[in-house]
């Protein structure tokens, strides 16, 4: 027997496949259209696809649970239809929103971070300027310009072990000047 207009709400209830089939082909512009006025917000085209082929799903799963005749049918699936995609709505809509909760965090931590980082510099950049200027200009080329000890040695004329004297005494003063503030 094949499936038409007047016996598909019964073949679909024996789970004759060809019942789903005509179902699909009869009321996918209704279901596609009621998923799509709720899930297009999202412009997300995958979730769109995913809702409607849960629609059909549920039709198959839940047939048994229809009664009446082929305009409550209609009625039936375009509220499966539309409940589906409300539901997919939310879920996407509140993995979004934790998705952008997590976002917020970490980007307050690093702000902080960033503030705590520029106050310690400042920090360090006003001890430094506590020392001689031969000694303040080796601090600044050493550990903030990241130059190589030989050619800061070699633009000032010491050699390397007089240079790594200098930073020793000077970070020893550091110290001390940290202390006291």
Known sequence: M?????????????RKEDAIEFIVDKYLALVKSTVYKVLSPLNKDGIIEECINDVFLSVWNNSDKFTGEEVDFKKWIFKIARFKAIDYYRKEVKNLHVSIEDEEISTNELVEEEIIKLEERNELINLINTLEPMDRDIFIMKFFLGEKSEDIARKFGLTRAALDN????????LRLNLEVV
Not at 2 to 14: A, G, H, Q
């Open 2 to 14: 094949r499936c038409t207009e007047k016996n598909y709400i019964s073949r679909l209830k024996k």
């Open 166 to 173: 200098r930073i020793y005494r000077g970070k020893k003063k």
